[in-house]
């Protein structure tokens, strides 16, 4: 028979080496920030709670080697910790498989990871899931079950999924067709500052769409898509600018916006450009500028690069006026 005294204090040392390890998750994301910021003690010890399997560990540790761009090492702790039903990590191994990024590209894999972390309740896995619905990726495409999985997340206030859902009664996409409900939503995501529902909202206001039309409320909401870097807001409120709506008209103002959506690309900004720099509104007169930026915006196609196209046929051929 073993000497009780000796199990005794093999079971009290095991208890202590456990306690040793335990760890809340606020504790783990705590020691993750530190070893971000260059503590290695604290890495140290965020390593070794997760080598203990301490599921909360696992999770910030993969976020640790996330930040500092291993993928490898972030997935490798990922699936440990979503192997032990941690949400956050399984919604994360779930973006992981969905992007590509650090291990092979999957959709259905990506879903199956999204669904586990979805039944447990987790917000962001419910709009990812939304998501995949949404765009067929994964899971065949269902507009009704999209919107099912966003009503789920916003419930719980996740901006992006009040965006979508506000998106999804825009275009009726799951539900009728419903303005007033879609700026609800989209008034519930810009109140936290998710600047892609801003714009929409600032757009809402600009045409009239389900809320009464009011120039200055548009300009208030594309002002704060705008300082997001959103190129549709800044765009607009170039157009905002140039008209004088909601705000007074200012020609230099306008080609500041205009400017900040050129260089990200956006096609109307391009074009409107190249038009302040041909009318000298704003900037200079420079016709080798104007045509500089309709090039541009002739380069992307569609209606806008038709009309760019013909514009710069008139000029170089002396047609224009």
Not at 18 to 34: T, V, Y
Not at 48 to 71: K, P
Not at 213 to 226: I, M, R, S
Request: net charge neutral; aromatic share 14%.
């Amino acid at each position: 028979m073993k000497n009780p005294i000796v199990l005794a204090v093999t079971l009290l040392a095991l208890v202590a080496i456990g306690s040793a390890h335990a760890m809340s998750n606020q504790e783990a994301k705590q020691l993750a920030i530190a070893a971000y910021r260059g503590n290695p003690t604290d890495l140290d010890r965020l390593e070794m709670s997760a080598n203990h399997r301490n599921m909360q560990a696992q999770f910030w540790l993969g976020a640790y080697y996330g930040s500092e761009s291993d993928s490898t090492k972030a997935i490798y702790w990922y699936q440990k910790s979503a192997t032990q039903g941690f949400a956050p990590a399984e919604n994360n191994l779930g973006m992981a498989y969905h992007n590509g990024q650090g291990i092979t590209q999957n959709y259905t894999e990506a879903v199956f990871w999204f669904q586990k972390a979805a039944a447990q309740g987790y917000a962001a896995a419910e709009g990812d899931l939304g998501m995949s619905y949404q765009y067929g990726q994964g899971v065949p495409q269902d507009y009704t079950k999209a919107v099912i999985w966003f009503q789920k997340a916003a419930a719980q206030g996740l901006a992006g999924a009040e965006f979508n859902l506000g998106n999804a009664y825009e275009h009726g996409q799951g539900v009728p067709q419903n303005y007033t409900e879609a700026n609800n939503w989209y008034q519930k995501a810009a109140a936290q500052g998710f600047a892609k529902a801003e714009c929409n909202l600032a757009l809402s206001y600009y045409d009239g769409q389900g809320v009464p039309q009011n120039d200055t409320e548009a300009v208030f909401w594309f002002q704060k898509a705008a300082a997001q870097g959103i190129a549709k807001a800044e765009y607009n409120l170039g157009v905002t600018y140039e008209r004088g709506q909601g705000v007074p008209q200012n020609y230099s103002k306008a080609v500041h916006w205009y400017k900040k959506a050129a260089t990200q690309g956006f096609a109307l900004a391009e074009y409107n450009l190249g038009n302040a720099y041909y009318h000298g509104l704003g900037v200079p007169q420079n016709t080798k500028a104007a045509i500089h930026w309709w090039k541009k915006a002739a380069a992307q196609g569609g209606t806008v690069g038709e009309n760019a196209s013909k514009i710069i046929v008139r000029v170089e051929s002396g047609k224009a006026n």
